[in-house]
């Protein structure tokens, strides 16, 4: 049984529309992220929440807004899409005070925007 | 700049072959990792390595802290070897988050 999951796993939108991509990780983890890997582009950390609260965020834009209405749960909301925010975005866990040696990932959320 | 480079860029290899994929990096860090993407794209975790060398079955990893550089080597490879091997560092001052390199593309041929 796959131990994050990701929903949906492909995703077409409309340039203007607003998505949400779901996250629940099931390891017990109290850290939760959210990285973005564009075409030839290296993964790039976005977010990252512990115990339900955001303790770092690398993304500019205010577009982006993670969600987390339960602790195993860090859903990502895209408001506005544009063509540019086409990428596959990876939720990620960890236990932080291990040293981010279990760190984890979902499968992924592919992401088109037309 | 990158903080993390990795080489080469891409490989081919015939399988049976070994190969040795490399990481530097330009920043203090607290750990170094190596990831397995599938052709699928989902990650897969094959060493947190802060330092020293580390062992896995085909797979060895090492990381020279001082040399600020990492290696992953993959002995008899194998067909089910091809996809993408990202290193990613955890730096001292950024908590949780992991850098990540672009990846070396390695593809094994049969």
């Known amino acids: 049984d796959p131990k994050i999951i990701q929903k949906p796993k492909y995703l077409v939108a409309v340039t203007g529309s607003e998505k949400i991509l779901i996250c629940e990780q099931y390891?017990?983890?109290?850290?939760m992220y959210w990285y973005r890997q564009s075409a030839k582009k290296p993964l790039e950390f976005m977010f990252s929440?512990?115990?339900?609260?955001?303790?770092d965020n690398q993304t500019a834009s205010s577009r982006f807004q993670p969600q987390s209405s339960k602790k195993n749960h860090l859903d990502l909301q895209i408001t506005a899409l544009k063509p540019d925010d086409s990428a596959t975005y990876f939720c990620?866990?960890?236990?932080?005070?291990?040293?981010?040696?279990?760190?984890?990932f979902g499968s992924g959320t592919r992401l088109l925007v037309i | 700049g990158q903080q993390v480079q990795q080489s080469p860029a891409s490989l081919v290899l015939q399988e049976g072959e070994n190969a040795e994929l490399q990481c530097n990096f330009s920043t203090s860090l607290n750990s170094m990792q190596w990831f397995y993407q599938r052709p699928g794209g989902s990650l897969v975790s094959l060493f947190y390595n802060p330092s020293g060398t580390k062992h896995s079955g085909r797979l060895t990893s090492t990381t020279v802290i001082k040399e600020r550089r990492s290696s992953l080597h993959i002995s008899s490879s194998q067909t089910t070897d091809s996809g993408t091997y990202l290193c990613a560092l955890e730096r001292n001052s950024a908590g949780n988050k992991l850098t990540f390199g672009i990846g070396t593309r390695v593809l094994v041929r049969p």
């Open positions: 990620a866990s960890s236990q932080t005070g291990r040293g981010n040696s279990d760190y984890t």
């Open positions: 929440y512990s115990y339900q609260k955001l303790m």
């Open positions: 390891l017990g983890h109290n850290a």
